[in-house]
T-cell receptor, first 111, second 117 residues
Framework: AQRVTQPEKLLSVFKGAPVELKCNYS??????LFWYVQYSRQRLQLLLR??SRESIKGFTADLNKGETSFHLKKPFAQEEDSAMYYC?????????????FGKGTLLTVNP | GAVVSQHPSWVICKSGTSVKIECRSL??????MFWYRQFPKQSLMLMAT?????????EQGVEKDKFLINHASLTLSTLTVTSAHPEDSSFYIC?????????????FGPGTRLTVL
């Protein structure tokens, strides 16, 4: 069964510091991974997906199949980055685009 | 961009009553919608996949007679919590899959807070 693990429930950094949110996955097929973000009092929204290999709001994430990881990184955190971050894995075996979410990491960027 | 709405945003009901939650895709057609449940400080747990014009597919452990899903049109899916009990109190979130966009993406609603007294 597929599983997504985010080992840190809480992560606190100071503004300008680098930040890394960890995500590990377990999946037998070829994974498709995503990072979603939920700002305070807002809905869940897609931040980035690994197949796009893009940088959104300064965040990047690289899929490491050897380590089964998809960590989210940003070199210089900003206060507006404070939010809940979820790593998610798409079940590519089905046709319905099912997502399995990790438990999330609450990032707090302090001034 | 693609917008998904949910109604109501919050509801309080008495134990034993039924509650219907609506999920609408406002500016796109969604053949597939998803219903999630989120407990406080926990992740989203997929409850079921709702396909337009066919029966929903429920995840293991989710009672289909308890959580009735209807996806009668390309823009509306409903979740009815039947004979609700306090343990059904939770945050219910829907999402809709936009196949017509530039990329295949799932868009999320704002959620519905259900409290069963």
């Amino acid at each position: 069964a597929q599983r997504v693990t985010q080992p840190e429930k809480l992560l606190s950094v100071f503004k300008g510091a680098p930040v890394e949110l960890k995500c590990n996955y377990s999946y037998s097929g070829s994974p498709e991974l995503f990072w979603y973000v939920q700002y305070s009092r807002q809905r869940l929204q897609l931040l980035l997906r690994h197949i796009s290999r893009e940088s959104i709001k300064g965040f990047t994430a690289d899929l490491n199949k050897g380590e089964t990881s998809f960590h989210l990184k940003k070199p210089f955190a900003q206060e507006e980055d404070s939010a809940m971050y979820y790593c998610a894995l798409k079940d590519s075996g089905g046709s319905n685009y099912k997502l399995t979410f990790g438990k999330g990491t609450l990032l707090t960027v302090n001034p | 961009g693609a917008v998904v709405s949910q109604h109501p945003s919050w509801v309080i009901c008495k134990s034993g009553t039924s509650v219907k939650i609506e999920c609408r895709s406002l500016d796109f057609q969604a053949t597939t919608m998803f219903w999630y449940r989120q407990f406080p400080k926990q992740s989203l747990m997929l409850m079921a996949t709702s396909n337009e014009g066919s029966k929903a597919t429920y995840e293991q452990g989710v009672e289909k007679d308890k959580f009735l899903i209807n996806h009668a049109s390309l823009t509306l899916s409903t979740l009815t919590v039947t004979s609700a009990h306090p343990e059904d109190s939770s945050f219910y979130i829907c999402s809709a899959r936009d196949l017509g966009g530039r990329v295949d993406e799932q868009f999320f609603g704002p959620g519905t807070r259900l409290t069963v007294l």
